[in-house]
């Protein structure tokens, strides 16, 4: 692992308090409580379950029973309502960019769906190794923003995190050859974590040796913010009612993606977007 060089918080003035940032910058994460209210929540529960019942795109990804959806991307393109109402909502942008400066835009859009007992894991790991090995980010000066659809439950598998783990960088190495994207993307326990860009279990224990990992247990209408660099995961939905979160990642444009650092082809558009354009 190396240690992280580029700054946490890049602006620092706006909605939050001087505590929150603090919190944030040393934690790595903020969850802000029903930010979105009831009639946003029911409005995008049904709007995610209509782009899931949709004819399979570029960018629906299914669980390993090839069936269930598991995810899909690109969810900004695809919902006018997640576009205007949520990429460029005035309360989540005046945070990312209190965090980040401004001048954002959107990096990926995706819903993750966890359905009842077929809602599989998502294994340790940092987003960032993803985006700057495949899609040339080149510092994690990103923010992933999860807005919960659902009351998020113990046993409907949670978010876990390692609080302080963005400081570190996992992977200093790491490449792969990717044959489908879309089985790539899932980040599950399928072979080797190493080879696949998760945390094994030696980083792990390194990441935990001075900090527990935490369950997000939130409200529907509660959002998290993020750090790209956080190492996180979640275990199968093992509960009766579905997992669902909206992620919108956004990044900052001094930051724009480039030419991918592990030498091969950039990831779909669908998955990372290379349409460079401020929400505002």
Known sequence: MLKRTSPVVWNGNGPLDPEQV??????????????LNLSTISELQAEVERIAASEPRAGTILERDGVTVRSVFNVHNLS?????DIAKNRRILDIAEQLLGPDLYVHQCHVNFKRPHTG?????????????WEDGMCIPRAVSILLFLDNQRIETGPL????????WI?????????KDHSDAVKHDLDGDP?????????????????NEIEAILAKAGDVLFMDGNL??????NLGCSSRRILLLILNSMANQIGTPFSGQPPRPEYISSRTFAALR
């Open 22 to 35: 603090a919190s944030y910058d040393k934690r790595g994460f903020l969850l802000a409580r029903d930010l």
């Open 170 to 178: 996992t992977h200093d190495k790491w490449s792969r050859e990717v």
């Open 231 to 236: 190492v996180h995961a979640s275990a199968p």
């Open 194 to 210: 190493a080879k696949n860009g998760l945390v094994d279990l030696e980083t792990l224990r390194t990441l935990t040796a001075d």
């Open 160 to 167: 876990y995190v390692v609080p302080g783990s963005h400081m």
């Open 120 to 132: 599989g894991e998502y294994f340790w790991h940092s987003d960032f190794t993803f985006w700057y």
């Open 80 to 84: 006018e309502k997640v576009s205007r």
